[in-house]
């Protein structure tokens, strides 16, 4: 090798390395609140404004009825009633993370819920053979949705509205006209109205903070052995700490008796509780940590730029269409079991506008490829709490539809503006 060339590649090496400094250099508190800031002002929001929401609502509402509204016992109805649509939200995440949308979700949701309470009263099924069918239902929808979107490229709007006249006619046919489906199996009753034990509530408690606090700092200790920019150690602390109190807190409050008598005992966190928890984090691990969610957000950033890459652009929109109807199918299941039957009507109304309105309102971006699955459940609280707090004032039906709205059409807007800000600054 001559002087001239070895020169040359030390110089290239010096380049590189003041390229990836920013990757290797130590992190400090004040460096990443500063490196966040500067994401804000790009235009990476993230769920900010729905936290900002949630905390200013339960202000909001704890000073207009501090009797009622923090009390153990609606604190435990706010949960019950945000499940079906965080489950619903969290499959439109998948959707919208692509740019699409899925319309018939609400009575997919409706078209799953009718076929399990067949299979249980009419046919004499056991509720793990309901339940299945009831999967595979959504699935199947899910599957011709994709096909139809992907493969016919038939726009996905066009696709799903039709579905969403169509599926309501298949619940109707199933249940019949003015008819009800009446859900009494215990195992599927409890999801939406029993409660744990408080022992198996303060294990599970315990140890989703273990779990959460040893993927914190294992992460963090990966990054610094590879040599890659790392959160400060307090950073991460306080995030263990924030998350361990509001696990312990909500079953510290859902353990406490909550029944309008004194001669009922009602206590301990709601069955569903786990399984929304348990969706969400899965979601979160596949969209976060496996090549499939990598792909996702590829395709739903730039779809060509993906295909070029390799990617099967096809496969991927096919599927999360089949997630979406797939849960679809869970959230209808717990709307039946907090309802005890499914109606003609089921899933239909107003059930799919919430569910998008929680996914945008959480921070997933109607543009694609932004978004979390966390986005679902901060979306959905923001949904139930305005429903549950205007119940709690005694305000009318259609204060909760505009408020609603109001705040839909906010949250669109400002990822609209974000959008802007992050195409303005090259983002």
């Not at 990757?23 to 500063?34: C, F, I």
Request: charged residues 15%; contains cysteine; positive net charge.
């Amino acid at each position: 090798m001559s002087i001239h060339s070895h020169e040359l590649k030390e110089t290239a090496v010096k380049v590189a390395d003041a390229d990836f400094a920013i990757d290797r250099r130590e992190h400090t508190t004040a460096s990443a609140v500063r490196d966040y800031w500067a994401k804000v002002r790009a235009g990476e929001l993230g769920s900010l404004p729905a936290v900002f929401g949630l905390v200013s609502l339960i202000v909001l509402f704890t000073a207009l009825r501090p009797e009622t509204f923090l009390s153990e016992r609606n604190i435990a109805n706010l949960f019950v009633q945000a499940m079906s649509v965080t489950i619903l939200a969290l499959g439109l995440v998948f959707v919208l993370l692509l740019g699409e949308i899925d319309l018939s979700a609400g009575v997919t949701s409706g078209v799953c819920a009718a076929v399990m309470a067949k299979l249980m009263v009419e046919a004499g099924q056991p509720w793990y053979t309901a339940v299945l069918a009831a999967l595979l239902t959504g699935l199947l929808i899910g599957a011709v949705i994709g096909l139809l979107v992907a493969v016919v490229r038939i726009p996905s709007f066009v696709v799903t509205l039709a579905l969403f006249l169509g599926l309501q006619g298949i619940t109707l046919r199933l249940i019949g006209e003015g008819g009800t489906v009446p859900v009494r199996d215990e195992v599927i009753v409890a999801l939406a109205n029993d409660n744990m034990p408080i022992w198996l509530g303060w294990t599970l408690a315990v140890g989703c903070s273990v779990l959460f606090a040893a993927s914190q700092l294992l992460r963090r200790h990966r990054q610094r052995s590879r040599g890659l920019i790392a959160p400060p150690l307090g950073l991460v602390v306080g995030r263990i700490a924030v998350v361990t109190a509001a696990l312990l807190g909500i079953t510290f409050l859902m353990g406490l008796d909550r029944a309008p008598s004194p001669t009922v005992v009602l206590n301990g966190v709601p069955w569903g509780v786990p399984l929304v928890a348990l969706l969400v984090i899965t979601a979160t691990f596949v969209l976060g940590r496996t090549v499939y969610g990598r792909h996702v957000y590829a395709v739903g950033g730039n779809a060509e730029a993906a295909r070029r890459a390799g990617i099967n652009v096809t496969a991927i929109r096919m599927s999360v269409f089949m997630i979406a109807s797939t849960l679809a199918a869970v959230a209808g299941m717990v709307d039946a079991s907090r309802l005890n039957s499914v109606t003609p009507d089921a899933g239909a109304g107003n059930v799919l506008l919430y569910a998008v309105g929680a996914a945008v309102i959480g921070g997933t971006s109607l543009f694609g490829g932004k978004g979390r699955a966390i986005d679902a459940v901060l979306g959905g609280l923001v949904i139930s709490v305005i429903a549950n707090g205007l119940g709690l004032l005694g305000a009318q039906a259609y204060l909760n539809m505009l408020i609603t709205g109001g705040v839909l059409l906010l949250a669109a807007s400002v990822d609209a503006l974000a959008r802007r800000r992050r195409v303005a600054v090259g983002r």
